[in-house]
């Protein structure tokens, strides 16, 4: 009996490695984890991950026919199945992922960018059905984007298409030092690292009281910074508003490149809904030329933060993406 | 007898308007132009340039089979044969150009921005042949992008794809005025424009004296500019400086985009060589993330500067870019 057709989608982020099983409809059949920072050797990562997602497959009731490993890693390379100089992982330069992952199996295994996994995703199973031209932009620790033209994801001459995180916010030294070893990035002022960076920058610079001056750096996170502008902390309220000023300042760059129909923001800072979309979209609209003005639209991702980043990871062994 | 098969190509720029008669080998059998700032009324512009076209076919000896006419214009777009808020066009507002010409013709017309045409044209005739993603930049009076992606130029969905050009080099309002009504777009620095206005503003910061400080603004323009700069003045060759770093600072976020295997340089700017290519690829080199640095190819566009751009207009009838 073959069993039934799924895909292994994985998504390798900074501190948890996500794994699920999708099948063609976009069902997820059963999902696990483990901690990527637990795992300093990527050999040993890969045996245990692989290890992992065999006793997950076994709990799972009916018998299954798997068709592959989708794998979304940050600075995942489609062409060659590895993973270069990935600031937010465990393991330095050129990791060889797809040829570790075939030490295991024989089954296709497709690397790519975490943020093109997503916007594969969004494609197949979220917003984007009806689109042939859109961005997907994530929102985690760091700051990804995947660009869809034409209804193919654009992965660009050397595979590295997509990575306006390090783009630079103005000419020169900036002051915000990034983990690629530059300065100035994109995703130094948005990302949760970044919302928190500014919120620090604001406690500075005001003297205005806030409960928020009581977390260390290490203690705050989005999701506290978040609950405090709810219930109306000024700072906190500030510092989404710069976020989402920097974030449609390059959104409008981002439309002047390659018009698309929609931006759709994907992860935990999107959660904050019109805290973070609001300034975004004034300040894109504000920055876009007049023929693009009132023409894109700032989406959320219609994809759920739980799983949405193992289904695009699975999708693409589903799609004619796979090279 | 049916005659030679030729496409028109026509090139509407803010002072020329250049056309001529291309096969599909991109030789050009006959070339002409006409003042575009002579004509206020785009209607008479057009049944002007026709009359024209129609005089200059006549005094080609051998019979020719018309097969259409490409223009590229400022803010073309593809999919409305429009041209839409030109800055520096003398008709305003949205211009039904394929509609003004088919009053006159049957045959196919196809209108695009001036910088995708020039992309095509690099893409058949020039140093992009065997390229499948490029950008092409062109630097006259304003800038202008063309983005090719596997193969196919980008449109985008509304038609109105790379305009990198105004994209704004920092948040916030910038110093200097851009013709579409915002402040600080990348066209105000890299332009011939943004060159002269670059030498003024050095002029007035340095006490270093110049005969350069002779000439108006109005006298100056990116020749004379670059004249001094050969002879060694150093008040030129700082604008050629500022120029370039501009640049390289906008096309590493290009690169960051979309991962092209080159960018071609093309127009009167680009024809001072090492004197906007140093500085550019210098600060393009810098600003890159390291997955790309050293990878991403700075070339001067194969095309000449005469004919290329009435090339590419005539090419987008050849192709299968037609929409």
């Known amino acids: 009996m073959p069993g039934k057709e799924v895909a292994v989608g994985i998504d390798i982020g900074g501190t948890n490695t996500i794994f699920g099983f999708a099948d063609r409809g976009g069902n997820i059949l059963a999902e696990d984890r483990l901690k990527t920072t637990h795992y300093e050797e990527v050999e040993v990562f890969v045996a245990a991950l692989y290890e992992k997602i065999l006793v997950t497959a076994k709990k799972i009731s009916e018998p299954l026919d798997i068709k592959g490993f989708g794998i979304g890693a940050p600075m995942g390379n489609i062409n060659k199945g590895t993973i270069e100089h990935a600031a937010g992982l465990p393991w330095k330069g050129i990791i060889p992922l797809a040829d570790l992952f075939r030490k295991h199996t024989d089954l296709p295994v497709v690397v790519t960018n975490d943020a093109n996994a997503a916007a594969v995703g969004e494609m197949i199973y979220g917003g984007a059905k009806d689109m042939k031209n859109f961005v997907v932009i994530t929102l985690g620790t760091g700051l990804g984007s995947g660009f869809v033209i034409d209804g193919k994801l654009v992965y660009g001459h050397d595979g590295f298409a997509g990575e306006i995180g390090h783009t630079a916010i103005r000419p ?72 989402g000023r920097m974030l449609g300042f390059k959104l409008a760059d981002v439309v002047a490149h390659t018009n698309p129909e929609a931006i759709f923001l994907f992860g935990g800072l999107a959660l904050a809904k019109d805290l973070i979309f609001e300034p975004a979209k004034e300040y894109m609209e504000e920055n876009l030329l007049s023929i693009y003005k009132g023409k894109v ?16 990871a699975s999708s693409l062994i589903w799609t004619n993406e796979i090279k």
């Open 172 to 243: 020169g030294p900036s002051n915000r030092d990034c983990g690629c070893g530059r300065k100035g990035c994109l995703e130094t002022y948005v990302s949760a690292t970044g919302l928190k960076r500014t919120l620090l920058k604001i406690m500075a610079d005001s003297i205005e009281p806030s409960d928020l001056r009581k977390y260390s750096f290490e203690e705050l996170d989005a999701e506290i910074i978040h609950d405090y502008a709810k219930k109306g902390d000024h700072l906190a309220i500030r510092a989404f508003q710069h976020t």
């Open 297 to 312: 639209k700032l989406l959320a991702s219609q994809l759920s933060t739980q799983n949405a980043a193992v289904l695009g």
